[in-house]
C-alpha cells in the first residue's frame, strides 16, 4: 500500500509538472496539488483535471487503507507485552517492534545477536582468500521487510542523536565520522537487532 502510495503520488507530481504546477517534496505538501485541481481550474483542461481528480481519489482511499491498518497494528502491539518491549529499543519503533514479535516466535533459536542479525542480511559477508577472512558488504538475505524498518528506524536515530551532548550522540558523531550516512545507518540497525535479540531473550526492558 505505502508503494501504491508513492506511484500515486509520482504520478500527481509528474503529471501536474506538465501544467507548470510543482509542489515541494514531501507527502505532506500533496495538499498543494489536490487543492489546486479544486481550486485552479482555468490551469488544467477538463480532461486533465477529470484524470487528476481520479489519481487524487485513488490516492486518498490508499492514504485511508493505509491508516486504518496502522491503527490495527498499533491496537495489536499494546496487546503484546513483547511488541511492547522492543518498541523501547531505539530505533525499533511500533511498525518494527510488531513486525518481529509477529515474526520471531522463539528467539532461543538463534545462538547470539550476531546470528539473529545474520538472519536479517544485516552483518557482513566473510571471503576467505589466501587463508585470510575479509568482511564484505552486508548479506541483505534474510527478512527484508525488517531489516528496511530497522534501517529506517537508524537513520532517524542518527538524525535525532547526532546532535545532542550524551554518550550515545558522540557515539553517533564518532560513527559519522568514519562511515557515511548510509553505511551508519545499516550498522547501527545491525546493533539495534542484537539489542532487539538480548531484550527478547531476557524478556526485559
Not at 559477508?125 to 552486508?138: A, V
Amino acid at each position: 500500500l505505502i508503494r501504491q502510495r508513492t506511484m500515486l503520488v509520482n504520478a500527481l507530481r509528474a503529471h501536474m509538472s506538465e501544467f507548470g504546477i510543482i509542489a515541494p517534496q514531501g507527502l505532506r505538501y500533496v495538499e498543494i496539488l489536490t487543492k489546486t485541481i479544486a481550486h485552479q481550474q482555468a490551469q488544467l483542461p477538463e480532461l486533465a483535471r477529470s484524470i487528476l481528480q481520479t489519481i487524487e481519489d485513488q490516492l486518498n482511499g490508499t492514504i485511508a487503507r493505509i491508516r486504518e491498518i496502522e491503527g490495527r497494528l498499533v491496537q495489536w502491539h499494546r496487546q503484546s507485552r513483547v511488541s511492547r518491549l522492543l518498541a523501547t529499543v531505539p530505533g525499533a519503533g511500533i511498525m518494527g517492534a510488531s513486525a518481529i514479535a509477529a515474526t520471531v516466535a522463539d528467539p532461543s533459536v538463534f545462538r547470539s545477536g550476531r546470528e539473529f542479525a545474520a538472519c536479517l542480511g544485516m552483518t557482513p559477508r566473510q571471503n576467505s582468500s589466501g587463508g585470510k577472512e575479509r568482511l564484505g558488504r552486508t548479506s541483505k538475505r534474510g527478512d527484508k521487510y525488517i531489516r528496511s524498518l530497522l534501517t529506517a528506524g537508524a537513520v532517524a536515530v542518527l538524525r535525532h542523536a547526532r546532535n545532542r551532548q550524551t554518550r550515545d550522540g558522540e557515539w553517533v558523531r564518532a560513527l559519522l565520522a568514519r562511515k557515511p550516512t548510509k553505511l551508519a545507518a545499516v550498522a547501527l540497525a545491525n546493533k539495534t537487532a542484537r539489542i532487539v535479540w538480548a531484550v527478547m531473550r531476557r524478556g526485559d526492558g
